[in-house]
């Protein structure tokens, strides 16, 4: 048996009803910022539970310029946490401002009792990532913000449906951005992302920024930037949106049916404890296992599409060594690069499939 990561090829077996959409628009021409964008920010934003929606080009976009809507830039300081994707970190640093770094928890996010020592008085911004689908203790960090006076950037980019004291993500920072990459809970055929705010003048402004600064064809407000949900990708967006739900508690399902199963090998896995005030949406299944590598490659042997998120921590790369940190910096985030394996979660998985993954990791270890 094959168990795949992906499931777009399932997803998307039947594709005509959208690409009857996208016939119509292109005899249209509605390309650019069009009718179908409007009414996907509006089921967006109805989704999440905000006042407003303001599509852009990626999820990556949605969290610089976030960043630059709210005048964070070169000379500030963001703090976000050691364990996320690339984008996390690249969004602040192409804003000129300096990311600093906190260690994650148990649950793969941000160690919150750590932030107020990360502070500095050049700390604006505190960027939480709901890493994997899985909510931040929002009501520490909005704490933290209030006592500094900092603005909060939700990372939602996996987190679309996620929620926190029954309230959403996306909703209780300044902004928060998500991401439509096609291996998302709600996806697109390509690269789209939208940004929430419950703030009229930061949406004001977000239009002006994704949209080359311009009130209208002829007057321009300041010098800004090319980044707008695509009219085409928007027409995906609203034939996948009230799927949402579904795609949600299917995960759930999956994810709860695969725990108890792991339950029984709790001298080599780990799963991240669960709170009854968070709800994790599962765009990636995370858990810590002993002989990580060997247990990979044994999966693969077998069928099964595992992966690795990420074997080296953002603060050990590269690109960060202008920050200044070091081996031994983030013992957590650093531990979890080297144990944590990622299962096929998806909404299109079979009770067949799920059974065959469970008994294959039984057979490794047992």
């Not at 401002?97 to 941000?110: E, Q």
């Not at 002993?290 to 050990?316: M, Q, T, V, W």
């Not at 983030?330 to 299962?343: C, D, G, H």
Request: aromatic residues 8%.
């Amino acid at each position: 048996m094959k168990v795949g990561y992906s499931y777009l090829a399932k997803q998307f077996a039947d594709p005509d009803a959208i690409l009857a959409d996208i016939k119509a628009l292109v005899i249209s021409g509605d390309f650019t910022l069009g009718k179908a964008t409007v009414e996907f920010e509006d089921k967006f934003a109805k989704l999440i539970g905000c006042n407003y929606a303001i599509g852009v080009n990626s999820g990556t976009d949605a969290l610089f310029l976030s960043l630059k809507a709210l005048g964070i830039g070169v000379g500030d300081e963001v703090i976000t946490t050691a364990n996320t994707f690339v984008a996390t970190v690249g969004a602040i640093e192409t804003s000129g401002a300096r990311t600093v770094f906190v260690d994650c928890n148990d649950k793969y996010v941000m160690d919150t009792s750590q932030l107020e020592s990360a502070i500095t008085d050049k700390t604006k911004a505190i960027m939480p990532v709901h890493y994997a689908g899985q909510p931040v203790n929002m009501k520490e960090v909005m704490a933290v913000a209030k006592k500094y006076d900092l603005e909060v950037i939700e990372d939602a980019c996996c987190a679309i449906g996620a929620s926190f004291d029954n309230q959403n993500c996306g909703t209780i920072g300044t902004t928060a951005a998500f991401s439509l990459h096609p291996l998302k809970n709600l996806n697109v055929w390509g690269d789209g992302g939208v940004i929430t705010t419950n703030s009229k003048e930061i949406k004001d402004k977000l239009h002006l920024l994704r949209n080359h600064g311009m009130v209208d064809r002829d007057h321009y407000a300041e010098y800004a930037y090319n980044s707008r949900l695509d009219s085409l990708q928007a027409i995906v967006g609203n034939h996948l949106i009230s799927d949402v739900e579904w795609i949600t508690q299917q995960r759930i399902k999956h994810a709860q049916t695969l725990d108890l199963a792991f339950k029984g090998l709790s001298q080599v896995i780990t799963i991240p404890p669960k709170a009854v005030n968070e709800k994790c949406v599962y765009h990636m299944y995370m858990l810590l296992v002993e002989n990580r590598d060997a247990l990979n490659e044994y999966l693969k042997s077998k069928g099964i599409s595992s992966k690795i998120h990420y074997p080296i921590p953002l603060h050990l790369q590269q690109a960060s060594q202008h920050l200044g940190y070091k081996l031994g910096d983030f013992p957590v985030a650093e531990s979890q690069a080297k144990n944590i394996i990622t299962l096929p979660i998806h909404q299109h998985l079979t009770a067949d499939e799920i059974d065959y993954m469970i008994k294959t990791v039984n057979e490794f270890y047992l």
